[in-house]
């Protein structure tokens, strides 16, 4: 992968696991000591972050540098990993019900 790709990819699934952490990128400032702008220009991908930012970026998200790095599979996607942590604040009860309909929707759609 060239490395404007590369930086692209990454820029992007910054951008989206930011955004499935339900961070603004003020908020992320502030947690990684930076200025909001320079949260903005990695996400642009007009400014390169290092491997230190790379870690913490990934720890703040909830996600691994693999996946920000795009050598992951599916179950190291942020919105698996957000709904994973919404289903663990639900009561047993509700979580039986949600579980009960996800089966439900995948005998409609002929999935096993």
Known sequence: MANQDMKTV?????RAAREQAG??????AVL??????TIS????????????EL????????????WLLNK????????IHLAARELAKLK???LDKVLNLLSTL??????S
């Open 10 to 14: 990454i820029s992007n699934r910054l």
């Open 23 to 28: 961070l603004s990128q003020g908020q992320v």
């Open 32 to 37: 990684m000591n930076k200025q909001r702008p």
């Open 41 to 52: 220009e990695i996400e642009a991908g007009r400014r390169n972050v290092t491997a230190e």
């Open 55 to 66: 870690a913490h970026l990934a720890d703040i998200y909830g996600v691994s540098v693999n």
């Open 72 to 79: 992951a599979d599916a179950q190291d996607n942020p919105s």
């Open 92 to 94: 047993k009860e509700d």
């Open 106 to 111: 995948r005998d409609v759609n002929g999935e």
